[in-house]
């Protein structure tokens, strides 16, 4: 019982940090921000994963975004959420795909049901493919967590 109401004060806190963080960017100044959500897999642990993301390009030419982004990731025995403050780089600022490299800093809460709870520090690299254009814009993305135990996470989304 302890872990689950440390697990939901974590994710609570993780929604608020998020939700501060799109509400700071989403000024009448930044009406290009977009919103977005995601699934996947951890794939090291084989673990499930959703979340959810804003998009900003950082510049007019739209070839530097910033990501910030939370994911939830579970399975029966601990939890792991990750906060995470990626850029990314689009290599085709044309047309109606683009694909992306980047990276970014992660913060990663691990919550066990069994033995220690452990908050690491790591670093998101990443690359993906997916839509330029239009209202709803899907994508896939894979990404390496360089922590004390990296894992691989294979995600798609769409962003609105």
Known sequence: MHSSLRSC???ATASA????GVLLLATPARADVDLGGRA???T???????GAELLTPLESTHSWYVNPNFEYAFEDSSDLMTLNGDFHYDLATEGRYAVWFGGGPALLFLDR???DDETDLGMN?????GAKRGEARPYFQAKVIVADDPTAVLGVGVRF
């Open 9 to 11: 004060r974590r994710l």
């Open 17 to 20: 940090i998020f939700l501060l």
């Open 40 to 42: 996947g897999a951890y």
């Open 44 to 50: 090291d642990e084989g673990r499930a994963f959703f």
């Open 113 to 115: 049901e069994l033995g």
């Open 125 to 129: 690299l990443l690359a993906g493919f």
